[in-house]
């Protein structure tokens, strides 16, 4: 163990097996696409369908519906069927909270 300043610093091990980090790594890729991004943006507002979407980040229906496919591969979003159409949100908290923390480190600095 280092000393500085009469204060321990552990290093945090954080157990990152093959596999989990190539999910880790897909994920932030994910993330990595202005489209995509600006999708979770609106979606953190709450549910929205295809159209709504479409129209509040100003991209075509095919597109967004693609990113959207993307996504729910990923569970980063999910879909509720309501008659016609389909209602798309963020997957859970997590995602929130990812998103939420990326936008605080983006303006932080």
Do not use: C, W
Request: cysteine-free; aromatic content about 4%; charged content about 30%.
């Amino acid at each position: 163990m280092t000393v500085a300043s009469g204060a321990e610093h552990l290093v945090r091990k954080i157990d990152l097996d093959p596999r989990t980090a190539a999910q880790l790594a897909e994920l932030f890729s994910m993330l990595g696409d202005v489209s995509r991004l600006r999708i979770i943006a609106a979606l953190n507002g709450g549910e929205a369908n295809v159209t709504e979407l479409a129209q509040a980040i100003d991209l075509s229906h095919s597109a967004v519906s693609h990113h959207l496919r993307t996504l729910r591969q990923m569970r980063l979003v999910r879909a509720r069927k309501e008659g016609r159409y389909v209602y798309y949100a963020l997957d859970d908290e997590h995602v929130e909270d990812l998103f939420r923390r990326g936008v605080e480190h983006v303006k932080h600095g």
